[in-house]
């Protein structure tokens, strides 16, 4: 009886851990399916990100609904394919974009940007002329917030929706730091804008 009752322990917690491993194995391929880390590099995206952080990036909302203006996604950069960027989508496919002296203006809107420093507004050195540049269909507009500083859109074009990566959630690393936690919505900025391209292809 007692063999008996051993043998039903030991089955028993063999299965527990067995269970333990697989729902572990699982959950780990979940999350790596359905967040990424990501390592800022640079200061392109100052002062909301900062050289060196670390970001969570969803991977899986994009399935769902389409990037939107404001986001701040990480994707494959179209210049470097065999590096990912981090900026923001200032304009989604129809949109019309301009933009002057750093400061962009969408469909006939021109942005009031809180996350951009007034002192880092500008031109970067690798611009060429933005003027009523339609978003092509599938393709995003994008901007690095420190403008003076941001090798983006201006200077090499649009990102195609198949270059996104996911969009940057949160910011875990480092601990502490003055802008750490959920990255602010700002889809207020854009509120403005004509909406009828949110069912954009």
């Given at each position: ?181 959920f990255l602010p919505n700002v889809s207020s900025v854009f509120a403005k804008v ?8």
């Amino acid at each position: 009886m007692n063999a008996k009752m051993n043998f039903e322990k030991r089955h028993r917690l063999i299965r527990q851990v067995v269970e333990t491993i697989i729902l572990t194995l699982l959950m780990f391929l979940v999350m790596n399916l359905a967040v990424q880390n990501f390592n800022v590099d640079g200061y392109s995206m100052e002062p909301g990100l900062h050289d060196q952080e670390r970001l969570m990036v969803d991977k899986v909302s994009y399935l769902f609904h389409k990037p939107a203006r404001g986001d701040i996604i990480v994707f494959v950069a179209p210049p470097q394919p065999s590096e990912d960027y981090v900026k923001r989508i200032i304009a989604v496919p129809g949109d019309v974009v301009s933009v002057r002296n750093g400061i962009p203006t969408v469909d006939g809107v021109t942005l009031k940007e809180p996350y951009v420093n007034p002192s880092s507004m500008g031109a970067s050195p690798t611009d060429k002329p933005v003027n009523n540049l339609v978003v092509p269909p599938g393709e995003y507009f994008v901007m690095g917030d420190n403008r003076i500083d941001s090798y983006d859109s201006r200077s090499w074009g649009f990102v195609p929706a198949r270059n996104i990566i996911g969009r940057a959630l949160l910011i875990y690393w480092p601990l502490g730091a003055n802008n750490d936690g959920f990255l602010p919505n700002v889809s207020s900025v854009f509120a403005k804008v004509h909406q009828g391209t949110t069912n954009h292809p």
